[in-house]
């Protein structure tokens, strides 16, 4: 009898080791791609910012995602430069409720016009409005980093709306993640 019970804990233990290994090598194949911006490369001048003594043309840019944790029940994207001179970083793009059965923003999504996934929300960025803000940091200040994030999330939509700051939604993603995949690119002046 006592081997019976030692032998069932042990494949309990065994089960329980492969289902979470299984999962955290399927949340670690999540992986976020662009055939517009290249990991670890410089941004071009089509999603640079226009304004702020930038001329840039501020198209958000193609990304596509593939391989989510499972049980993903929606996405959302956040671009973010943490080498901004705020104290805080700055949010370029935010973007969430999208749905679980969409893997890509096609270019200019996030731009007015742009087509974004039925229920997918942008909110507020650092600039102050909902859509893509591109790069443009101060003049010598070199270069900064463009982090763009994909969550995979437990839940079918977060209620917030255009007018949420992106704190506000990066509190509601944290709590929600179950997986989250970026790709990182460069650009100063």
């Known amino acids: 009898m006592r081997r019976t019970v030692v ?5 309990l233990i065994v089960s329980t080791v492969l289902v979470f290994s299984t999962q955290g090598s399927w949340a670690a194949d ?4 662009s055939p517009t911006v ?12 226009k304004g702020f003594g930038c001329s840039g043309d501020n198209v958000s840019p193609a990304l596509s995602w593939s391989n989510p944790p499972s049980g993903t029940k929606s996405f959302a994207l956040m671009v973010y430069d943490p080498d ?9 793009w935010v973007v969430f409720n999208i749905p679980a059965s969409v893997y890509e923003l096609a270019e200019g999504a996030g731009n007015p016009g742009g087509t974004l996934p039925a229920g997918a929300v942008q909110s507020r960025t650092d600039f102050g409005s909902p859509g893509y803000g591109g790069a443009c940091p101060p003049k010598g200040h070199g270069a900064h980093h463009y982090i763009f994030t994909v969550y995979a999330l437990d839940v079918e939509k977060i209620d917030l709306g255009p007018e949420s700051s992106a704190a506000m939604v990066g ?5 929600h993640t179950l997986g989250k995949a970026s790709l990182t690119a460069t650009y100063g002046r």
Do not use: I, K, Q, V
Not at 7 to 11: E, I, K, Q, S, V
Not at 38 to 49: I, K, P, Q, Y
């Open 7 to 11: 032998g069932m804990l042990a494949l």
């Open 30 to 33: 999540f992986t976020l791609t």
């Open 38 to 49: 290249e990991n670890g490369g410089t941004l071009a001048d089509a999603h640079l910012f």
């Open 84 to 92: 901004a001179p705020t104290g805080s970083g700055w949010w370029h």
């Open 171 to 175: 509190f509601y993603l944290n709590a």
